[in-house]
């Protein structure tokens, strides 16, 4: 069903000597495709097709699949001519057949893998090991040479590209989006990255739109516009579409090896001119929008029913219940005439085998693909120079993301010449404040300016665009080629990504077990302007569970943090930067707060994670009578508040503060490398005596966290309770019953031996709670009172 | 500042006399909103403002304020001239103060919220309410008349305004996207929503691309392409983009005028023919393209630096900190000359007032933004008819949500003249088995066809685009206007609107608090394509945490559902499809599985959401030695296949078999209206014996819920952990050791009195799991002896 041939037309590119090996190296690779979906054994066909040969099981995508070759193979061939460094996104990975194919053919497969040896047994236990259990995923998977991307959630792939070639300037990203995939939110924004592309410092990204026409068993949008609409929109997303459609072989193959030279070309004359000039105004990048038929090459009709060009073609096309099929599987591989492609080891003939480049500018071997093995460790200033002088515990004020930004300044100056590091995040670094940064750098931009602008270069290292999809793919392709960044985001906006961060995990979670994947940079999220100051922009902001959801995935690629203060900060923010194959989160506000550390405090408390802060503390002599823990800035300072009203209601209550800045430090050892040891924990939370848990987000998780402990039943958990609106500070952690009164009351709630003053203590702390709270609905603001607490060890 | 008077051009469309109304209109919602951002008392400025006036904090945004004012003045302009029905979407929902302003002064704010009258002392209380504690939030809330869009978080605007007029063909929903919200991806696929309306039985979106330049401080990339590329963009996604630019108040009122007057009777046009010749082809719509400077008639300058027309305008463009400032508010409040606007009394004078449409004409009382006034129950079929026959557990085999696609056919059948029930999917209704339904309807689709194509229709009631956002975005609208729907969705990739979950239910939570508000129909999530049966599919399109993110919101808002096979399944669906103001998220997957309930049986299981299942239990005669609780298809088959090797191994073990369909029965009574009271939970799981857990997700989500059960200590949850890859349904529960050995061999370790054959019998099993596993990598499938296992109560 290939290959028909048809006369080289006067307008051809290729000689009909190139054109035929071409069309070789695409069966060879549609061959092995088929094969990897169907086959078990007789591997080239050298005896007739038994059932026995096929997989009981078939699984796997063909429609996407000769594309995806037919690219590759086209993208080998301008590779061969112009030695231009190419790294392979294939959007649509679950056309992982057609990659791992192509990487087998190129060679790099058998390296990596040597018993999947490039011979007769190796091409068997490459079809074997597909979609097979012990085998390899039915993605372009961490277990595919050459690929940073799966592909298994559609959206990314054009967002990973840009960021694979952000201060790459020699890369290529060759990135197909399948039409599919170019219907998510997250890939219909991400065409805008070239506003943020720098032609002299970046590489560059060649996107591939490949309409096959067809989802799971709908029709696509864009296969279904008309083509002048097609092209209106590309050029209004800013790229110089060329269309090359058809299904026909030997024309295709002209158009596309026509197409990638324009392509190829224009990008080089793009960047020689603004290399040469030192232009960086955005230029019009090429685009390639390739139509052909889903499931091309494959059988037109089965059972009557037509499948090459269908959406019957998306999966396998047919299944082997009825006899007949068989003799179609067979046609189907052996139309691709094997016997022209291998010799008889099994090998690829050495004429088709020279239509690969060599070594590293193997698209599969490209080291990019494997960035840990790139990755440089940042150059970082002592982040104890950044510290917030604290004369004692309260007696400072900061705003703890400002301190970072300085810090981050200063890393992004130590880190201008390797050119590896970026900060990301929704318009939103300065309002986080980390506006110093801007002392040293601009935010990238490559769209219009105007005289006034403020800050904005294409040379500028803070990534900014309204869309947390585009940043987390940006900083995704960035760390996962070997780069490090910072990622600053609204807390209850971060769920935006959730989805995009399970995918992440994962990825770093299977690359870990892959011997051949080296480490990359951690995923680094600072999550501000959280829950409990987002008092000013009502509900819709206030949410703190992106961490519930970050704590399901595997316990060696997750951490959290809660610095209460700017020194905790300033170290746990070094410490995230050092990390490689994690996601930390940290979670810390923006708004000028009490400071309770010093930075030789704040090193030892960090490097515990956890600890009795004895400063705050009535316990030294025994015994505490309560235990008042908490994590998070917010829930610190209502601590501490409520353990200074304790001290005027109930002056000899040994009372013992604990501070959490680790999360993960709260389960046990056997399930999280940073867990307490049982013993540790009964240390501290003591076996028996009431633990009131102040926490900043959904109190539950807590108790998830700490079922298993001594002390859990003793222990009740303040957090947030979904209950917000636009309001003061104070009155959001009122409404949520972590504030200092109702801390104080649950005490006398739980202390046995307060029980005989309880009613008369809780009656006052209740008469106060209600002259604050009708003071704000008087005032707008919070009293006094609260504005102005100060921690005193005087007391 | 504002009206700057300049000659009326020839070509105008307003007299001078309409001019000057429609620009005192304005003036009055500009001087309203920043009287509301700003002002505590003394609303008229009948004093000289002094700083007691001015609230002690201020919060909100002005920068988009005036643009929204502006095409409110406008869009009723257009209302009064063609008596059109306009639902009003203000995609920047953060210019609260505009669309606050202008409710107020259409007199249906004052209706709703009579305390804030038309006159001097409600226009007092109308501004100290806004972004007050007590008061009303910063954004187009649920409290806003008129609204079905909040604008927290950005990004759904236009799938809102989409999902509005669906069947809602005398309806037009006027949507303004702020350039912010166009860069998020949600957004920018969204424009693609013209290829799923039906001119003649839907609605018409005016979307209002609103591009002020800039975000909170960084201009937007859609304000900085050359105008070529903008208007391509937007013919490429298929509108007629009219643009309207510039800042001189006079020429703006007039080019809006004509904008409008354009865009309408384009609209009109396309509708009166494609109705009058029932040709349902997509036309071109219309959209206009509003370029205004931000902060529009704000003051140019603060402190000498740019503020009009740039972002310092985005939020409260100065403090009161200044002296100074204090002048330059009254000078700007001033610049709206309100005495020209208001009357002594403080109401607007009658002639500017005339310029809003009047009764449900007016966009802050249309019938559509109080969705649930309208909202019919549907007519549903009774389930029961659908009910697989189970003549004993394990006696029948079948696909639990094919049984539901015939359901839900009926259902579409039943409702097609209401026209008020749509199915929503991202291409994956035949994928979850849901196929039936197109024996009645089609897939909604208006882009190009042809012949062979397979139930599209523009008539079709089920929407499937490759975009889990638009589907989530589309059914909001839906459902906010009154109407019915059912998302079915890939278990993993839900995950993608987890935080347009989010904003769903605090909408709902916070609109049970609104007087005004009338419930609407649940959203109601089938999430098939479950972790356990998506082996095929590999890690990525694992992942069961969607309900753990869904129970962190307000327990009377989400309820989980677990049914367990087909007629439960059926019981549960009828059940959520009855149901309003919830989220309702089910779990159940698509393949072929043993049935063990019939319907009677089904029908009282899921009455309790929980309960003992007699038939699989040996305990009826006394406290069991060991609690097999179950939640979850496979975890219930799993179960009772372990069930069936105790029987083997330990044939006097006195097993209880508990199945839970609603999850929240787990959770305290105090905590959910569904959950348990603390009795009924020990009845169940007794006080002391040891539970064996199976749970379909994250195994720490059952200790959250029940960590404060008596017997909770003895519960061990065996769940998914995160581990996965393409290999088969049983080697997934393996790998999670949720699999009938593991769940077997975890009796033994827990139950005291077989400790003493324990060691013995947990290798026979090891050894039996070995082979499995042995036979699973050899062959690629799983052995006969679990392909083929059956329940039987013979044993």
Redesign the interface.
């Known amino acids: 069903m290939a290959n028909q041939k048809s006369p080289v037309p006067s307008t051809a590119i290729l000689s009909q000597d190139e054109l035929d090996l071409i069309d070789k190296w695409w069966r060879a690779a549609n061959y092995l495709s088929v094969g990897q979906i169907y086959l ?1 054994d007789n591997p080239l066909l050298r005896e007739a097709l038994a059932k026995e040969h096929v ?3 078939l ?1 796997g995508h063909w429609g996407t699949t000769p594309g995806l070759n037919f690219i590759y193979a086209h993208l080998n061939r301008v590779i061969r001519h112009t030695d231009e460094q190419v790294l392979f996104i294939a959007g649509p990975g ?1 056309g992982a057949p057609g990659v791992v194919a192509s990487t087998w053919l190129e060679g790099t497969y058998s390296e990596l893998y040597p018993e999947v040896s490039q011979d007769a047994d190796g091409m068997r236990r490459l079809f074997r090991q597909f ?9 372009a ?1 961490p277990e595919t040479p050459g690929s940073i991307h ?1 592909g ?4 990314y792939s054009l967002s990973h590209a840009f960021g694979a070639v952000f201060d790459n300037p020699d890369l290529i990203a060759a990135c197909v989006v399948g039409d ?2 170019a ?8 065409w ?1 990255g070239n ?1 943020f592309l720098n032609p002299v410092c970046d590489g560059a990204v060649l996107p591939i739109l490949h309409l096959n026409g067809y ?7 864009l296969a ?3 083509t002048e ?10 790229y110089a579409p060329i269309l090359v459609e058809g299904e026909e072989p030997g024309a295709m193959h002209q158009a596309m090896a026509r197409a990638l030279d324009d392509a190829f070309s224009t990008i080089r004359n793009v960047q020689d001119k603004a290399r040469g000039e030192r232009v960086t105004k955005r230029p019009v990048w090429p685009m390639i929008i390739l139509k052909t038929p889903k499931g091309w090459t494959g059988p037109k009709t089965v059972d009557g029913l ?1 499948a090459e060009g ?2 019957r073609s998306h999966q396998v096309p047919f299944t082997m219940e009825k006899p007949e099929h068989l003799g179609l599987l067979e046609e189907w591989l052996r139309s691709y005439r094997p016997d022209e492609l291998f010799n008889e080891a099994g090998q690829l003939k050495p004429e088709i085998a020279a239509m690969s480049p060599k070594g590293d500018r193997r698209m599969s071997a490209n080291p990019h693909a494997n960035g840990g093995a790139l990755m440089r460790p940042l150059r970082l200033p002592d982040f104890k120079d950044y510290a917030v002088a604290v004369e004692g515990p309260g007696k400072a004020d900061a705003e703890s993301t400002r301190l970072v930004g300085r810090f981050l300044r200063d890393v992004l100056s130590a880190n201008a010449e390797p050119r590896n590091f970026r900060l990301f995040g929704p ?5 986080n404040r980390l506006q110093d940064v801007f002392e040293v750098t601009g ?1 990238t ?1 490559n ?3 105007f005289a ?3 800050h ?1 270069s294409p040379d500028g290292r803070v990534m ?7 940043c987390q793919g940006w900083l995704e392709g960035y760390l996962l080629t070997g780069r490090h960044g910072f990622f600053s985001c609204y807390e ?2 971060i ?2 990504v ?2 995009m961060f ?2 992440h995990a ?1 990825w770093l ?2 690359s870990k077990e892959v011997a051949w994947r080296r480490p990359i940079a951690s995923m680094n999220y600072l999550l501000t302007s959280h829950v409990w100051r987002q008092d ?6 206030q ?1 703190p ?1 992106f961490v ?2 970050v704590v ?3 316990a060696d690629i997750v951490r959290v943090y809660f610095p209460p203060d700017a020194n905790t900060l300033l170290h746990v923010t070094d410490h995230c930067l050092r990390s490689w194959n994690r996601v930390n989160v940290i979670v810390a506000g923006k708004q000028p707060q009490p400071q309770w550390l010093t930075m030789d405090q704040a090193i030892k408390h960090c490097s515990k994670g956890i600890g009795i802060w004895e400063w705050a503390s009535s316990d030294q002599d025994g015994e505490p009578d309560v235990v008042m823990a908490c994590c998070g800035d917010i829930p610190t300072l209502e601590t501490l508040a409520a353990v200074d009203l304790l001290r005027e209601y109930a002056p000899d209550l040994k009372v013992r503060v604990i501070n959490i800045v680790d999360l993960m430090t709260l389960q046990p050892k056997t399930e999280h490398p940073h867990g307490l040891s049982d013993i540790e924990f009964d240390e501290l939370f003591t076996k028996d005596k009431p633990v009131i848990f102040a926490y900043h987000g ?1 109190p ?2 807590i ?2 966290l700490a ?1 298993k402990r001594t002390n ?1 039943d003793n222990m009740h958990v303040r957090g947030f309770k ?1 209950e917000g ?4 500070p104070f ?1 959001m952690v009122v409404r949520n019953d972590l504030d200092r009164f109702h801390l104080a009351a649950d005490v006398f709630d739980r202390v046995p031996r307060l029980s005989v003053s309880a009613a008369h203590v809780k009656q006052s702390i209740r008469d106060r709670l209600i002259e604050h709270r009708l003071y ?2 008087q ?3 919070d009293m006094p009172e609260v504005r102005n607490w100060r921690w005193s060890s005087a007391k």
Do not use: M
């Open positions: 078990l997989k009981p099981r699984l679950h979609s097979f259990p012990g085998g390899i995923p039915s993605h998977a799966e298994g959630e559609l959206g599919g995939e219907e998510t939110g997250p890939l219909a924004t991400s805008h506003k989802k799971i068993a709908n029709p696509t949008v279904r516009i008309p609409e097609l092209k209106a929109l590309f050029e209004g997303y800013g037509k269908y959406w318009d939103e670094t300065a309002s935010r931009w769209a219009e300016t006034y602008d403020d904005l900014e665009i309204l869309s947390e999809h585009t209850a906006f769920h935006i959730d989805s399970n995918q994962k979670k299977t000013h922009n009502g509900f819709s902001h949410d569970g519930d959801h399901n995935k595997k959904y539950w998780l108790h998830r079922y859990h979904e609106s636009t309001t003061t009155d704000i609905r005032h707008g603001i």
